[in-house]
């Protein structure tokens, strides 16, 4: 068995944790090899393969009567399955469908991995600091490969990895409200330096969805959580963070060259006459969902086909390697209203049932991934998720945190162990 404690990482070696420790060793080479060598992506998809072989490995251990699958994986291969369908009727046939299945059956393999190894509270709890651990180490290594005199010039998170500093920067916020979790909810106080410098490497990465998130999940958490002592206090306290962090921002020159200066420019894009000089990149991403729009007003009920968003804007409009940067409007125009409806049923339904465990069981970790999957529904207004493998890591994970708490009729001793009442 892994554990993360104290800055320390352990491996235990037993019998029976052999199984256990080769899924988690899978779990962060995975999460690692997802962004940090960007020359050798295949990696990422093998480590999510031996994610489930691993974690068959402990349903065998388990001697299990019978194969009990996860929801969402039923859920996640009803949803490939239409997707995979949709070729029957795409404007084009191509080699990026083939790309597209193949990176939602890897998911498909990686979230039922997840549902199989959390099998009760504790590994929950250790899920999520081993995915706190990999996103630091991600974090490091981007540190220590980047120049400090290069930092205030943003895209943090790209140079090492090769990859969109977005997409980095969204799965570091991820692992700096898990990190703020474990501070405000269970008072380990050495967890506030873990928040304070994934904040940092997300100013640093000048992705404005990552900022706001990162800004926003810990107010958001501390205003879910009415129950706790001191409410009023806290709620004041995080504002006062929030606004000398913003402050902070627009004030110090190397923050403001990293992120500062494209948050002004996103206000005045919203808010002023649009003649004023703006960051070109807000036209242009405002242009793809007008014609994610024009793709589905066309095709609503079907859509135009997995993946084929990016296939007819290079054939129509010559504009190569180009997404919607909306995953609302993404799915709506290559797959249609059935497609819209299949895949955020399961959001919904995560939803409810992290409501119903944070504010009627009073559970911290409910309250977590329920703060999370909130976030998740605004920040994809300017991301695309749905075939991103890492973003439904954690979506699984938030998955398990609606059921672990009831298994094996620990569900009142949970509750205790886990109240906000404290």
């Known amino acids: 068995m892994v554990s993360f404690k104290n800055g320390v990482l352990k491996i235990e070696r037993s019998e029976d944790n052999t199984a256990r420790t080769i899924y988690e060793i899978c779990f962060v080479v995975n999460a690692l090899t997802l962004f940090a060598f960007n020359d050798v992506k295949f990696i990422g998809t ?5 994610m489930l072989l691993a974690s068959m490995l402990l349903w065998i251990g388990r001697r299990a009567e019978k194969v009990t699958i996860p929801y969402n994986t039923i859920w996640y291969m009803l949803f490939t399955a239409y997707s995979a369908s949709s070729g029957l009727w795409s404007s084009y046939i191509n080699a990026d469908m083939a790309s597209y299945f193949l990176r939602m059956v890897v998911i498909i393999a990686m979230i039922t991995s997840i549902s199989i190894y959390v099998d009760k509270p504790e590994d929950l709890e250790r899920i999520i600091k081993l995915y706190i651990f990999s996103m630091l180490v991600i974090v490091l290594m981007e540190f220590a490969t980047v120049p400090i005199s290069e930092w205030s010039k943003g895209s943090m998170g790209s140079h090492f990895s090769g990859s969109n500093s977005n997409g980095v920067a969204f799965l570091v916020f991820c692992a700096e409200l898990m990190a703020f979790y474990e501070f405000y909810s269970k008072g380990k106080k050495r967890y506030i330096l873990l928040v304070a410098l994934f904040l940092v490497f997300i100013i640093l990465s000048s992705s404005r969805k990552a900022l706001f998130a990162s800004v926003a999940g810990p107010v958001l958490f501390v205003l879910l959580s ?11 306290a995080i504002l006062t963070i929030a606004a000398l962090v913003v402050f ?11 992120i500062g200066k494209r948050v002004a420019s996103m206000l005045t894009f919203w808010f002023e006459d649009r003649d004023h000089e703006v960051d070109n990149s807000l036209y242009m991403r405002s242009y793809y969902i007008e014609l994610a729009k024009r793709m589905f007003a066309e095709s609503p009920l079907l859509g135009k086909g997995m993946g084929n968003f990016a296939k007819i804007i290079d054939n129509v409009y010559m504009l190569d390697g ?17 497609g819209f409806l299949i895949y955020y049923s399961m959001y919904f339904v995560i939803i409810i049932r992290l409501a119903k465990g944070a504010f009627i069981n009073k559970s911290r970790m409910n309250m977590l991934f329920l703060t999370f999957m909130i976030l998740l529904v605004v920040l994809e207004t300017g991301l695309v998720t ?37």
């Open 226 to 236: 009415t129950y706790k002592k001191n409410y009023f206090f806290n709620i004041v």
């Open 386 to 422: 749905y075939n991103s493998k890492m973003p439904h890591i954690v979506i699984a994970i938030a998955y398990a945190a609606t059921y672990v708490g009831e298994m094996d009729g620990r569900k009142y001793q949970y509750i205790e162990n886990n109240s906000l009442d404290e």
């Open 322 to 338: 180009v997404y919607s940067h909306n995953n609302f409007w993404q799915i709506l125009s290559e797959l249609g209203l059935i």
């Open 248 to 258: 902070f921002i627009m004030t110090d020159e190397n923050a403001y060259n990293a």
């Open 46 to 50: 093998l480590t999510g393969i031996l």
